[in-house]
């Protein structure tokens, strides 16, 4: 049963690292590359609107979807950051629907 097993899981990890040499898992990498792209591109915009316009700080929201979350990002939501502070960037990683809410004074 054991090797089976072993066989078995080979055969899946091989699998899995083919379906990203096809044409739908490259469409699929493109497609998370874009996202992460998206979000970095946002989060940039959002830091400096946040500089030129003298907001108070900025929050760290995650997304609300507890299946879409890791354990870093639910830990850092709500967690806030006074302008001019250290602010990690975000995404943290790839497939990260994270941002930043811009907090007023």
């Known amino acids: 049963q054991s090797r089976y097993r072993e066989r078995r899981l080979k055969e899946q990890s091989a699998s899995s690292a083919d379906f990203w040499m096809t044409p739908p898992g490259l469409a699929?990498?493109?497609?998370?590359?874009c996202?992460?792209?998206t979000y970095q591109t946002v989060n940039g915009a959002i830091q400096i609107y946040g500089i030129a316009n003298d907001v108070?700080?900025?929050e760290w929201e995650t997304d609300?979807?507890?299946d879409r979350t890791c354990n870093y990002c639910d830990k850092q939501s709500g967690?806030?950051?006074k302008l001019g502070q250290f602010m990690p960037t975000i995404p943290v990683h790839n497939n990260c629907h994270c941002s930043w809410r811009i907090i007023s004074k």
């Open 28 to 33: 699929a990498r493109l497609s998370l590359l």
């Open 79 to 81: 967690r806030q950051y």
């Open 56 to 58: 108070w700080g900025f």
């Open 35 to 37: 996202d992460n792209w």
């Open 64 to 66: 609300i979807r507890p």
